[in-house]
């Protein structure tokens, strides 16, 4: 590798002096001088052109944003782009085609964007209408339009391709396309003119959509809001702070109403919704950036977006499917998953039942042959989460929601339709996160062709199998580096308990989530992480195994029971922390 323009390294000495050495070089590592001041083991991006070398400093040694960087780069990841592609960018950025003449005029409808706090790469923006026609609703859902900028035989596409997806780790990314593109010229930030695939939705009082058209049109987003600032203007409170620009407010208020709707007919089709609870770890801004775990309830308002968002992926998909027909014209990416085996729902039922009889709560029972699994756990989360959430039936609503949620397999992507069980869809597709997934950029360029009838490139049978594998690979990748920022939590963690006395570290309660395999998880109150206590007695048949601790306290471990650890010590070998369980405190 030559040297590069634009690239992450780490301070070091070398002949006396101290200079960044690119910590992602291939070969031979490209070295510029370290700004003055700057500590060894600092990590530092850098800029060199022509005229000068920039640097900034984007984590101090011993971080936790530092551990963050070394996991990203033991996962073969860059933070930077390669050369050509940055090349490559400079002329999109020259010449966006923003006054594409063949791009549809939409600047004048009133399409927002609705993401959490701190979202800078916006991939999609949304207008609600009601239809007085059908009494339900047209649903407006434009999505950056990525494959206009990232085609094949490009070097976007082929680093797109070598990633396959962006990455996301507490208060860390790398992002699949370079950020002045993710975060600027395709992102639909507000007050700017966009290119965007646009699906307009024909959406019935049913919640189910009788119609959906596609083009490419150019809009011009009115505002950047976020779910907290939408939810308080749909709770009618005054603080919300959302100006009513061309009839905003009225399409936030009918996006509720097609959510509520979409959410209806969800149940009807024993979707089991996701997980109302969301845990995010972030980093904070005290000295040495320690990680912190925050637990989050979802706004209501998140989840109406996710429905939108769900529909566009599964008419996205029909639209595939229809154009599959022909070989020559379509090669099309589905995200398949598969209904849980009869013998996990079997299993899944005995669970329940042991731990609700242990509990003493009988109405909590569930049976499949008069009850949806998607409405019990409705149900369930309803009740539970009615209660204090150190309240002992609101522990084991939060465990058999776990337990449900085991039972599901793993989607893929494949070249074949197939039902997504997860989603409810009997065919369905990744349309709406382009700037993020190759797989989307590839989708979006098939759908289009399908619409104009237009011929597959030679080569698109082999790229579809080349952005299969890569978007497959993606998501065990995302996995494995969540896996290792909680290794990092749980580290930060128990090393502060691990340097007090043993009779003095902290007494963590927790709830069990489960068992197997002589182990024990147990989901932590504070804060919320997931850990485990292993033990012979555990991943047994017996469904509340009783531990007799150091003390001579005997602690029952039923799902959803409450219980008590305290560190033991680190097991180097096994890179795991050792946990004990203990009477109460």
Not at 539 to 556: F, H, I, K, L, S
Request: hydrophobic residues 45%; proline residues 6%; glycine residues 8%.
């Amino acid at each position: 590798m030559g040297e590069r323009l634009h690239f992450v390294g780490v301070v070091v000495e070398r002949d006396g002096a101290a200079v960044v050495r690119d910590a992602f070089a291939d070969g031979e590592p490209t070295m510029v001088p370290a700004p003055a001041g700057v500590a060894p083991g600092s990590w530092v991006e850098v800029w060199r052109d022509a005229a000068a070398t920039r640097t900034a400093v984007v984590a101090t040694p011993g971080s936790a944003r530092a551990a963050l960087l070394a996991l990203v780069r033991e996962q073969g990841l860059d933070p930077a782009h390669p050369d050509e592609v940055e090349r490559e960018t400079a002329a999109i950025l020259a010449d966006p085609g923003i006054d594409d003449p063949a791009l549809r005029d939409r600047t004048a409808w009133p399409f927002v964007t609705v993401d959490g706090p701190g979202t800078r790469d916006l991939d999609q923006a949304l207008w609600v209408t009601r239809d007085p026609d059908t009494g339900g609703w047209v649903a407006h859902y434009a999505i950056a339009d990525a494959a206009w900028y990232v085609r094949p035989d490009t070097a976007l596409f082929e680093e797109s391709l070598r990633r396959g997806a962006s990455y996301y780790l507490p208060g860390l990314s790398v992002p699949m396309l370079p950020r002045s593109l993710s975060e600027g010229v395709i992102s639909l930030n507000p007050g700017v003119l966009r290119r965007t695939l646009l699906f307009s939705m024909r959406i019935g009082p049913d919640g189910e959509c009788w119609h959906t058209g596609i083009e490419r049109a150019r809009i011009r987003s009115r505002a950047q809001l976020e779910f907290a600032a939408v939810q308080a203007l749909l709770d009618g409170r005054a603080d919300h702070g959302i100006a009513d620009d061309d009839g905003v407010h009225a399409s936030l208020h009918a996006l509720r109403e097609v959510g509520e709707a979409r959410l209806r007919a969800a149940a009807e089709r024993d979707l089991v919704r996701h997980r109302h609870e969301e845990i995010r770890v972030v980093l904070d801004d005290g000295p040495g950036l320690d990680f912190v775990v925050i637990s989050e309830l979802r706004d209501d308002v998140e989840r109406y977006g996710e429905q939108l968002s769900l529909l566009c992926n599964i008419e996205g998909a029909r639209i595939l499917r229809e154009g599959a027909r022909d070989e020559d014209l379509v090669q099309p990416v589905y995200r398949v998953h598969a209904a849980p085996e009869p013998e996990r729902l079997a299993e899944l039922v005995a669970t329940i039942d042991a731990a609700v009889d242990f509990h003493g709560v009988p109405a909590w029972r569930w049976s499949p042959q008069t009850e949806p699994l998607s409405a019990y756990l409705q149900r369930l989360t309803a009740e539970g989460t009615a209660l204090p959430p150190e309240a002992p039936h609101a522990r084991l609503a939060r465990a058999i929601v776990r337990q449900a949620m085991l039972v599901n397999v793993r989607s893929s992507f494949s070249a074949e339709p197939a039902p997504h069980f997860g989603i409810g869809a009997d065919v369905y597709a990744r349309f709406s996160a382009p700037m993020r997934e190759v797989v989307g950029v590839f989708v979006h360029k098939e759908a289009w062709e399908a619409l104009r009838r237009q011929p597959a490139a030679s080569h698109d049978r082999e790229l579809r199998g080349a952005v299969i594998e890569a978007a497959n690979r993606a998501k065990d990748r995302q996995r494995s580096l969540t896996h290792g920022a909680n290794l990092l939590v749980l580290d930060r963690m128990f090393a502060r308990d691990a340097a007090l006395p043993r009779s003095r570290r902290p007494r963590r309660r927790g709830t069990v989530m489960g068992a197997a395999e002589r182990k024990l998880y147990v989901r932590l109150d504070e804060p919320p992480v997931d850990v485990k206590v292993y033990g012979d007695a555990f991943g047994t048949d017996e469904r509340a195994p009783t531990v007799v601790t150091e003390d001579g306290v005997a602690v029952t471990c039923a799902l959803g029971s409450a219980v008590d650890v305290r560190l033991v010590e680190h097991d180097r070998r096994g890179h795991r922390w050792l946990l004990e369980l203990v009477g109460p405190g």
